[in-house]
């Protein structure tokens, strides 16, 4: 009898599976300890069309809700591939395939902005919250240039919500949904944004927009310290084992490590190393696991002006009123992540440099006939920087271990030649990106390069148009007149060609009274030791000194 109940028992609940599936729309329910309840949507669950939406958590990595069991702290989905971004950090749709079942996937069960959020305490209706969106693969924050919306405009899919200022230029951020906006949290001129914080807020009636005049994001900044006490019955033994792994090392997740409150995470040579210099931890912001302090951090705060500052904290007084006259300006968010990445490839990519003088008498003759063909058909002119391009670009296709990149695993070889052209603006350096320059003809390159140097200068580059590189041209010969320097090479590429300017020379004859006269152009090829061996650049350098000289050759 006892065996007899659990099979009708269980029949029961088999029953009740196709009336769970049966609707176009599946809804998953996670429940946070500190926080309300989140309702993700998913529209159009099947077999033949496995289309899905997400979210990305507070560390940057997707959680993904699918068909399948699960319990508040585990659930068995699809594994799913991105296929094409929107908006990230918790607050936006993709569209994502599923190409293999994965099972025991761990489902992240804390805190995060949902999609569409309910409050069961306060009233509000069902409301979204947008996020800073991830524009670039290096932003971290960002600022809001202005709205082209405000408070109480509808808004449909594909309208311009705002204008986002990224590490990289400034980009037109669209909304994804239909909907009303309700409130904008951080207006025109905000800076320092992180990316997946709260910017405003939209709601799918127009009579709830009054209801979130006073509305503020709960922050999710900061961790919530563990419970003290389950106010919950205690789970079942297997589910508390389930959860018991993935929660313990996301308890302390501090971006900064004295906002963690009683405790800052440090190693222990870091805390002795600052206890030897007297360094508060709280002023350090650490850059190990979960945003443990490091020794490193500690070295570079000592090696920092702000060191010296808080050790010598009255000399500030005395020196501004010694009579110094200054002023501070505040960095773009460009100008920080050039020179992060700059600082990042001095330290990590071991640079040697290969010089080499072009005479560039044919090449200035090729550009001038060049030019009277332009002008006759009404063309751009043509300038050095693009021979130079075309030149760099066939020099690339001939030596391709140049165009490579450096992994810890391989080396990757690409078969595009898309050079990056640095281009320097009021806001900061840019490096625009040339694709397949080895396929383009002079006339084209020239009207391209124009076109996104222009864009650089108004900072409206999207990514698209400076992404993708592998290798870069730096011209301060043409445009300053700077004779000879070595160029810094942009990570992840493997090489930088630095362009000096041209000068005449005298070059000696045959005879002892024979001489004549030349022009001269001096390269300096900054190479990637780990990639490219002093050979192979030689051998890169030779190809591109026979495109410069021959000028004729890059033509066929």
Known sequence: MMYSARIVHHAKKLRQGPNILRGRAIYVRSFADD??????????????????VGSIDKS?????????????????????????????????????????PAVGIQYNSQSKRGVRQFSTDSGLPPHQEIGMPSLSPTMTEGNIARWLKKEGDKVSPGEVLCEVETDKATVEMECMEEGYLAKILRGDGSSGIQVGEAIAVTVEEEGDIAKFKDYSPKSDATPAPPPKAPSAPTPPKEASQVSAAPADPKVSNPSVPSSSGDRIFASPLARKLAEDHNVPLANIKGTGPEGRIVK???????????????????????????????????????????????????????????????????????????????????GKRISVNDLVIKAAALALRKVPQCNSSWTNDYIRQFNNVNINVAVQTDNGLYVPVIRDADKKGLSRISDEVKHVAQKAKENSLKPEDYEGGTFT???????????QFCAIINPPQAGILAVGSAEKRVVPGAG????????????????????????????????????????ESMLL
């Open 60 to 100: 940057g990595s997707p959680n993904f809700s699918s068909i399948g069991s699960f319990s508040p702290n585990h659930v068995s989905v699809n594994r799913i591939m991105m296929s094409s971004v929107k908006m990230s950090n918790g607050n936006a749709f993709w569209t994502a395939r599923s190409h293999a």
């Open 35 to 52: 926080a309300g309840t989140s309702v993700v949507k998913i529209d159009d669950v099947s077999r033949h069309r496995p289309l899905g």
């Open 473 to 483: 041209v730096s011209n301060l010969g043409g445009p300053f007149g700077i004779k």
């Open 512 to 551: 002892p009274d024979q001489y004549k006269f030349a022009s001269f152009m001096s390269v300096t090829l900054s190479c990637d030791h780990r990639v490219i061996d002093g050979a192979i650049g030689a051998e890169w350098l030779k190809a591109f000194k026979g495109y410069i000289e021959n000028p």
């Open 296 to 378: 490193a951090d500690i070295e570079d705060y000592l090696a920092s002006p702000r060191s010296k500052e808080a050790s010598h904290g009255p000399k500030v007084d005395t020196t501004t009123v010694a009579g110094l006259d200054y002023t501070d300006i505040p960095h773009s968010q460009i100008r920080k992540v050039t020179a992060s990445r700059l600082l990042q490839s001095k330290q990590t990519i071991p640079h040697y440099y290969l010089t080499v003088d072009t005479c560039v008498d044919k090449l200035m003759e090729l550009r001038s006939q060049l030019n009277s063909l332009q002008e006759a058909s009404g």
